[in-house]
């Protein structure tokens, strides 16, 4: 059975700290992203990225940073938490079998974070 | 830009009845379409997907998707609610080569299904 899994289900931290979310799949996909969803807003991507040690800046980057060090793990970076960054954060992977290809994406169960 | 329209945050039907999600695009290329659900405290599944061919698209469940090219529609259907449907709807639309070939999806804002007895 296919499987993205998110460090922490639930997680409280403070102003200022800087928080680590981890996501490891265990499909061996080239492609793996970062969304952040609040009500109302939908899912919003945060970043992506489509091979080790490369990423984009998906909608809304500002405050967030990525890494990717192996295909199987990408790690989301907030650098100094705020309360606005309060949220749930969905992590995603999907293959690549070609341009064009339009693969589904995997997810995560989320990690929702409060930021107090 | 692509964009996607779901019309109705919230949706209440009762067990037995017709399930109707709206969902409206917007591209400027020919659009991959999907529809995702979200059940309560859980990560998003894969209902269905359009992009090639047949029109009709038939996913898990029983739900279906009829992509209307003249209407920019892909509005999910289902004949008969369960209370097990109950759950949030995403309809996405999946941008066309992307650096690296992945598929960025953008989502809509999501319509949360109430099926009542």
């Known amino acids: 059975d296919v499987k993205v899994t998110q460090s922490s289900r639930y997680l409280v931290k403070r102003t200022g700290e800087k928080v680590f979310l981890e996501c490891v799949q265990d499909m061996d996909h080239e492609n793996m992203f970062w969304y952040r969803q609040d009500p109302g807003l939908g899912l919003r991507l945060i970043y992506f990225s489509y091979d080790v040690k490369m990423k984009e800046k998906g909608d809304i980057p500002e405050g967030y940073s990525v890494s990717r060090e192996k295909k199987e793990r990408f790690s989301l970076i907030l650098e100094s938490a705020s309360t606005n960054q309060t949220s749930m954060y969905l992590c995603a992977s999907s293959s690549f079998t070609g341009t064009y290809s339009y693969n589904e994406q995997f997810f995560g169960p989320g990690t929702r974070l409060t930021v107090l | 830009a692509q964009s996607v329209t779901q019309l109705g945050s919230h949706v209440s039907v009762s067990e037995g009845a017709l399930v109707l999600l709206r969902c409206n695009y917007s591209s400027s290329v020919p659009p991959y379409l999907f529809w995702y659900v979200q059940y309560p405290n859980q990560g998003l599944q894969l209902l269905l997907k359009?992009?090639?061919?047949?029109?009709l698209v038939k996913g898990i469940n029983g739900f279906e998707a009829e992509f209307k090219k003249s209407e920019t529609s892909f509005h999910l259907t289902k004949p008969s609610a369960h209370m097990s449907d109950a759950a949030e709807y995403f309809c996405?639309?999946?941008?066309?080569?992307?650096?690296?070939?992945?598929?960025?999806?953008?989502f809509g804002t999501g319509t949360q299904l109430k099926v009542e007895l």
């Open positions: 359009y992009t090639t061919g047949a029109t």
């Open positions: 996405a639309v999946s941008d066309q080569g992307l650096t690296g070939g992945g598929n960025k999806l953008t």
